[in-house]
C-alpha cells in the first residue's frame, strides 16, 4: 500500500477492514452454526442434491412424481452431492461451497481494482465494500447455486482483464472462457460476464478474431452441453431449466428490489456518476460495460414471482469494484492525501454511508436468522410426526422438515400450480391421488374451508386439487411456524387409503 497516507487514513482504512471482517466472520459462524435453513429455497435446493446423490436423478419430467423443477445447471447440485455423499450435511455442505465462493469475489474484487488501477488502497476500498455490501455475505454464506456463478463469473472477466490491461498471453483468455462456461453451466442466467467480454474483444480491431473464437468456444460449448443433455434426458433438461423456469411477473415485485437496491447501494452509484465521463475510456470502460449488462440481466429477470435479493449479487459486486476504480479516476487519494478542499475529498461520505448503512441492514436481518434458526428447529420437531417413512408421497409447504424427515420432495407446491395454470402439466393423476385418499398427509398455509388464497406468492395448490381436498380430507391440526403463520395438516377422512399407483 501507499505508505505516503496519513496515519488516520490508515486507521481509518483498518478500522473499516476489521467491521468488513467482523460482518463475514458472523455469518460464517452462523452459516456453521445453524441446522436448518437460513433463507427460502436453500432446502428445495438440498433436497434435489440429496436425491441426486440418493437415486442419481435431477431434472423430472413433472408427468409423474416427484413434481418438482431443478431450475438450475447441474454445477452446484453435483458438487453439494458429492460432498453429502462424503458425510457432510447436506447444508453445510451447499454453505461451504457458497463460503469458498464468496472469498474468491472479495479476492478478485481486490485484484480486478490493483490490475486496473495499480492503487492498493483502491483496491482495499473495494475489498471492503464489498464484504459489507449486505447481498454478498448474507448470501455468500446460503447453500444456492448465485455465489459460486458470480465467482465463477467475475473471475472470467479478471481474467480477461489480465489478458486486455496486462497484454497477458492467450492462455488468460482461454481460463477466461473456461470459467465463463462453468458460470453458465451453474446458474443459465450469467450471460453478463461472456457478453461483455466478446463486445469488449470485438470492438478492438486487433482482438476481433479473439472475439469470435470465444463467443463460439464459450456459446457453443454451452449450446452442445445443453442440446446434448436435452436429448439424453427425453427433453426434461430444457423444460426444467428453461420452460418451467418462466414464473410470471410482477410490476411490484420489480419495485421491491428497486427500493432496496438503492436503499444498499444508491449511494456507490453517486461515485460511478461522478467519474463516468472517465469510465468510458481506454481499458476501464470494461468493467463499466460489465456492470451495465449485469444491470440489464437484474432488469429482465427480478420482476418474476419467488424471486429475491440473490438476484442482486453480481451487479452489487461489480458495483464496489466500479466505485473503487471510479476514485482512482478521480485522484480521490492524492486529493485526500495533500488535505484538498475539493469537492472530491466529498466522496467520502457515500462511501461511509454504504457502509453504515449496509450494516445496520445487516444487524436485524443476522438477529432473525438466529432467531429463525430455533424456530425453524421446533417446526421441524412438531411436524416430524406427521410424516411416513414409507414411500408414499406426502404434500408439504415445509421442505426444511423435509430435509430432515424424508430426505425427498414429492411436490413443489408453487412451482406445480404455476405450471397446471400455465397448460404445462395435467393436475388430473394428482387429483385422482387426492380425490382417493392415497396422498396420507397434506400440509397447507391455508385453511381450505374458506376460499382460495390470491397472493401468488404464497404457495398453494390448483382449485380443482383444492377442491378434491375439501371431499376427501378432514382437518388433522394447525402447527404455528415462520412461514406465512404455519401449516394447516389434513388426512383422508378414513384410515383406509390406497396405495399411489
Same mark, same amino acid.
Given at each position: ?79 453439494? &452431492?458429492? $460432498?453429502?455423499?462424503? +458425510?457432510?450435511?447436506?447444508? =453445510?455442505? *451447499? !454453505?461451504? @461451497? ?123 460449448? &454451452?449450446? $452442445?452441453?445443453?442440446? +446434448?443433455?436435452?436429448?439424453? =434426458?427425453? *427433453? !426434461?433438461? @430444457? ?263
Amino acid at each position: 500500500m501507499d505508505h505516503q497516507a496519513p496515519i488516520w487514513y490508515r486507521r481509518a482504512i483498518y478500522v473499516l477492514a476489521g467491521v468488513a471482517a467482523i460482518v463475514v466472520a458472523a455469518h460464517i459462524a452462523l452459516a456453521v452454526w445453524a441446522k436448518n435453513e437460513i433463507a427460502a429455497a436453500e432446502s428445495i435446493i438440498a433436497l434435489h442434491s440429496m436425491m441426486l446423490a440418493q437415486s442419481g436423478g435431477l431434472y423430472y419430467s413433472n408427468q409423474a412424481y416427484p413434481y418438482t423443477v431443478t431450475p438450475y445447471m447441474p454445477v452446484f447440485y453435483v458438487l453439494e &452431492a458429492l $460432498l453429502f455423499r462424503t +458425510g457432510i450435511p447436506i447444508f =453445510l455442505a *451447499g !454453505r461451504l @461451497l457458497s463460503i469458498v465462493a464468496l472469498f474468491g469475489i472479495l479476492y478478485l474484487a481486490y485484484k480486478i481494482v490493483l490490475l486496473y488501477t495499480k492503487d492498493r488502497w483502491c483496491a482495499a476500498i473495494a475489498g471492503i465494500l464489498c464484504a459489507c455490501t449486505t447481498v454478498i455475505p448474507g448470501w455468500g454464506t446460503i447453500g444456492r447455486v448465485d455465489m459460486l456463478a458470480v465467482f465463477f463469473s467475475i473471475a472470467a472477466f479478471y481474467f480477461y482483464a489480465r489478458y486486455a490491461v496486462e497484454e497477458a498471453d492467450v492462455k488468460a483468455l482461454v481460463w477466461s472462457g473456461l470459467l465463463a462456461f462453468a458460470s453458465l453451466m451453474t446458474k443459465q442466467t450469467l450471460v453478463a460476464a461472456p457478453t461483455a467480454i466478446c463486445l469488449l474483444l470485438f470492438f478492438n480491431a486487433r482482438h476481433r478474431k479473439q472475439a469470435i473464437l470465444y463467443a463460439l468456444t464459450v456459446g457453443g460449448g &454451452a449450446a $452442445l452441453v445443453v442440446f +446434448g443433455a436435452n436429448s439424453m =434426458l427425453d *427433453g !426434461r433438461f @430444457l423444460f426444467n431449466t428453461v420452460f418451467a423456469n418462466v414464473n410470471p411477473f410482477a410490476a411490484e415485485k420489480l419495485q421491491q428490489h428497486a427500493e432496496f437496491y438503492f436503499i444498499s447501494l444508491g449511494q456507490l452509484l453517486v461515485v460511478i456518476f461522478a467519474a463516468l465521463s472517465k469510465a468510458i475510456r481506454g481499458h476501464f470502460k470494461g468493467p463499466l460495460l460489465y456492470l451495465a449488462i449485469s444491470f440489464a440481466v437484474l432488469a429482465g429477470t427480478a420482476g418474476k414471482i419467488g424471486s429475491d435479493t440473490n438476484y442482486h449479487i453480481e451487479s452489487a459486486a461489480l458495483i464496489t469494484i466500479c466505485t473503487a476504480i471510479s476514485l482512482h479516476l478521480l485522484a480521490f487519494h492524492a486529493h485526500v492525501f495533500r488535505g484538498s478542499k475539493a469537492w472530491i475529498t466529498l466522496l467520502q461520505l457515500p462511501l461511509l454511508i454504504h457502509v453504515v448503512n449496509n450494516v445496520r441492514i445487516m444487524i436485524p436481518f443476522f438477529q432473525s436468522r438466529v432467531v429463525q434458526e430455533f424456530e425453524m428447529e421446533d417446526y421441524a420437531r412438531r411436524l416430524k410426526p406427521y410424516y411416513e417413512s414409507g414411500d408414499r408421497p406426502v404434500i408439504a409447504m415445509d421442505f426444511n422438515s423435509l430435509v430432515n424427515s424424508r430426505g425427498k420432495l414429492d411436490v413443489e407446491p408453487l412451482i406445480y400450480t404455476i405450471l397446471v395454470n400455465a397448460g404445462r402439466i395435467d393436475p388430473e393423476p394428482m387429483r385422482k391421488d387426492i380425490a382417493s385418499g392415497s396422498i396420507p398427509v397434506i400440509m397447507l398455509h391455508q385453511d381450505i374451508s374458506k376460499p382460495d388464497l390470491t397472493d401468488p406468492e404464497i404457495p398453494s395448490l390448483p382449485t380443482p386439487l383444492l377442491n378434491a381436498m375439501r371431499s376427501r380430507y378432514e382437518y388433522s391440526g394447525f402447527v404455528p411456524g415462520p412461514y406465512f403463520g404455519g401449516v394447516y395438516v389434513y388426512r383422508p377422512a378414513n384410515a383406509n387409503t390406497a396405495q399411489v399407483k
